[in-house]
Antibody
Framework: QVQLVQSGAEVQRPGASVKVSCKTS????????LHWVRQAPGQGPEWLGW????????VYGQQFQGRVSITVDTSLRSTFMELRSLRSDDTAVYYC?????????????WGQGTLVTVSS | DIQMTQSPSSLSASVGDRVTITCRAS??????LHWYQQKPGKAPNLLIF???NLQTGVPSRFSGSGSGTDFTLTITSLQPEDFATYYC?????????FGQGTKLE
């Protein structure tokens, strides 16, 4: 079955960077786009961006441009999300999610989430 | 950016009730609209994709309808496990924005 397993919780200082990993299994890795979504405490989900694992092409939300990088390592069947210049309002649970192959491209499988806490 | 507006933000209901949640897009998104259920401490779970298609394994008491800018999620005969927060999301373009959520309690 399809699984996305993320790395563990992180605590970072303001101004630092964080890199979260997401290891996939159970499907052809290069067949589906992978997305990253975050959710601040008590808030709705916020989309960060996506990557095409086949060619490494990315699209990011405008508010994260210049601060976020999404990459893949096909040999590891993994995607990585790095967020730089962390601020306290970056404290959130970060999720990876697989885009389905239906023409309307929903997010059909999600990782378990990684809590990133930004605190001095 | 396309804005997604859900209503109501919270909804009080009882087991066995029929409930409807609405989601409005700020521009035409055709049927590029999905519904997710989220329980505390868990990732969102896909319920409905393409506005009206039931994801595999989701009970048939869940249904979705709409196209263009106005969409609804309906749950018939609420079960105890349905008390959760529900989000809509569009996939028409980037950024793939979510609604602010509807907490069913």
């Amino acid at each position: 079955q399809v699984q996305l397993v993320q790395s563990g919780a992180e605590v970072q200082r303001p101004g630092a960077s964080v890199k979260v990993s997401c290891k996939t299994s159970g499907y052809t890795f290069t067949a589906n786009y992978l997305h990253w979504v975050r959710q601040a405490p008590g808030q709705g989900p916020e989309w960060l961006g996506w990557i095409n694992p086949n060619i490494g092409a990315t699209v990011y939300g405008q508010q994260f441009q210049g601060r976020v990088s999404i990459t893949v390592d096909t040999s590891l069947r993994s995607t990585f999300m790095e967020l730089r210049s962390l601020r306290s309002d970056d404290t959130a649970v970060y999720y990876c999610a697989r885009e389905g192959l239906d023409g309307t491209v929903p997010l059909d499988h999600w990782g378990q989430g990684t809590l990133v806490t930004v605190s001095s | 950016d396309i804005q997604m507006t859900q209503s109501p933000s919270s909804l009080s209901a009882s087991v066995g009730d029929r409930v409807t949640i609405t989601c409005r897009a700020s521009q035409n998104i055709h049927t590029y609209l999905h519904w997710y259920q989220q329980k505390p401490g868990k990732a969102p779970n896909l319920l409905i994709f393409g506005a009206s298609n039931l994801q595999t394994g989701v009970p048939s008491r869940f249904s979705g309808s709409g196209s263009g800018t106005d969409f609804t999620l309906t749950i018939t005969s609420l079960q105890p496990e349905d008390f959760a927060t529900y989000y809509c999301q569009h996939s028409y373009s980037a950024p793939r924005t979510f609604g602010q959520g509807t907490k069913l309690e």
